[in-house]
């Protein structure tokens, strides 16, 4: 298995990196130019090679310029949609976020994460050129249904892997059964090292949650279901960070379901110095507009769509 590997990767090698034409690569190991179609259709097929498209992935400046004036942040970054699908979105703000986030991390930082399809998107976006010596932590409690690869272990461990840094892990679910549950756990030694390392975070990295049920994580976990969301709108709940539900104003609630999350607070968010949210797609303006004027987030990477409803609805409601 080993060997055939190593032959894939060899033939992949000369095309793609080397830019010899199959005939070529044929005649230099000793075979037909039909096999090297096989082995480059192979070598594709198993992972050996990965083909990733760079789209020009463009930015909206004047739109970018409101939003940090409007909401006094240090930065946004705001893709161009051009009626691309909900999915290329999410792909296109994972490179803006990644590559804003490559600009600010240096040696020795501590990075927090969330979890979520935004926080992967970003994870997978990510292209250093050189490792670097950071410490990723996890600030909420694993999800522990749906797709792993979101979920807040995995992406830590991804995101250190990236760098070549360490990471550590917060070893509870994201949602417990009541209260006193919560509050025990928050008792054990392992757990308080970690929430106290994540509130040291000098870069957070989240997700912003929205209680539309197209774009609901956590209703796509099952910790919601649909009834649950509309209790949630009718306690006066628009969007959530780190799981933490919050009102049209960014005010956190005063709910049940707040009081059952392990993880970071929203307020320990408030003194890391830059917490970068990412969020896209008109479903999710009530959700982004509620952290802005919470200060949940300092830095948001979002679309034009999500964006100019954002200001549409600031400038509605005053």
Same mark, same amino acid.
């Given at each position: 298995?080993?060997? /055939?590997?190593e032959?894939?990767?060899? +033939?992949?090698?000369?095309?793609?990196?080397?830019?010899?034409?199959?005939?070529?690569?044929?005649?230099?190991?000793?075979?037909?130019?039909?096999? &090297?179609?096989?082995?480059?259709?192979?070598? /594709?097929?198993?992972?050996?090679?990965? %083909?990733?498209?760079?789209?020009?992935?463009?930015?909206?400046?004047? %739109?970018?310029h409101?939003?940090?004036?409007?909401? #006094?942040? #240090?930065?946004? $970054?705001?893709?161009?949609?051009r009626?691309r699908?909900?999915?290329e979105?999410? /792909?296109?703000?994972g490179?803006?976020?990644?590559?804003?986030?490559?600009?600010?991390?240096?040696e020795?930082?501590?990075?927090? %994460?969330?979890?979520?399809?935004?926080?992967?998107?970003?994870? /997978?976006?990510?292209r250093?050129?050189?490792?670097?010596?950071i410490?990723?932590?996890?600030?909420?409690?694993?999800?522990?249904?749906?797709?792993?690869?979101? =979920?807040?272990?995995?992406?830590?461990?991804l !995101?250190?892997?990236?760098?070549?840094?360490?990471y550590?892990?917060? #070893?509870?679910?994201?949602?417990v059964?009541?209260? #006193?549950?919560?509050?025990?756990?928050?008792?054990?030694?392992?757990?308080?090292?970690?929430l106290?390392?994540?509130?040291?975070? =000098?870069i957070?990295? &989240?997700? %912003?949650?929205?209680?539309?049920?197209e774009?609901?994580?956590?209703?796509?976990?099952?910790?919601?279901?649909q009834?649950?969301?509309?209790?949630?709108?009718?306690?006066?709940?628009?969007?959530?960070?780190?799981?933490?539900?919050? =009102?049209?104003?960014?005010?956190?609630?005063?709910?049940?379901?707040?009081?059952?999350?392990?993880?970071?607070?929203?307020?320990?968010?408030?003194?890391?110095?830059?917490?970068?949210?990412?969020?896209?797609?008109?479903?999710?303006?009530?959700?982004?507009?509620?952290?802005l $004027?919470?200060?949940?987030?300092?830095? !948001?990477?979002? =679309?034009?769509?999500?964006?100019?409803? +954002?200001?549409a609805?600031?400038?509605?409601r005053?």
């Open positions: 298995m080993v060997e /055939r590997t032959l894939l990767a060899q +033939v992949a090698s000369l095309y793609y990196e080397d830019n010899l034409t199959q005939a070529e690569i044929a005649r230099r190991i000793g075979t037909s130019r039909s096999t &090297v179609s096989r082995l480059l259709h192979e070598a /594709r097929g198993s992972g050996v090679v990965e %083909i990733i498209i760079h789209y020009p992935w463009k930015t909206a400046p004047e %739109i970018e409101n939003l940090i004036a409007r909401f #006094h942040l #240090h930065q946004a $970054r705001v893709l161009a949609g009626g699908p909900y999915e979105i999410l /792909r296109g703000l490179v803006l976020a990644a590559r804003y986030l490559e600009s600010i991390l240096e020795g930082t501590i990075l927090g %994460i969330s979890w979520g399809t935004a926080v992967y998107s970003t994870v /997978r976006a990510l250093p050129d050189h490792n670097l010596p410490t990723v932590v996890q600030m909420i409690g694993a999800v522990g249904t749906g797709n792993p690869l979101i =979920d807040g272990p995995d992406l830590a461990r !995101l250190a892997n990236v760098y070549g840094g360490a550590c892990c917060l #070893h509870a679910p994201l949602i059964e009541d209260a #006193h549950v919560r509050e025990v756990l928050l008792q054990e030694p392992r757990i308080v090292e970690t106290s390392l994540a509130r040291r975070a =000098d957070a990295l &989240v997700g %912003i949650g929205s209680l539309a049920p774009v609901s994580s956590l209703l796509r976990a099952g910790y919601l279901d009834e649950a969301l509309a209790r949630l709108r009718t306690q006066g709940a628009v969007g959530d960070i780190c799981a933490r539900h919050y =009102d049209a104003q960014g005010h956190v609630l005063d709910i049940e379901l707040n009081q059952r999350i392990v993880g970071i607070e929203l307020e320990a968010l408030h003194s890391i110095g830059q917490v970068v949210g990412v969020a896209g797609g008109e479903a999710k303006a009530e959700a982004i507009l509620g952290a $004027r919470g200060g949940h987030v300092n830095v !948001l990477v979002t =679309d034009d769509a999500a964006a100019r409803k +954002v200001l609805l600031d400038q509605a005053g």
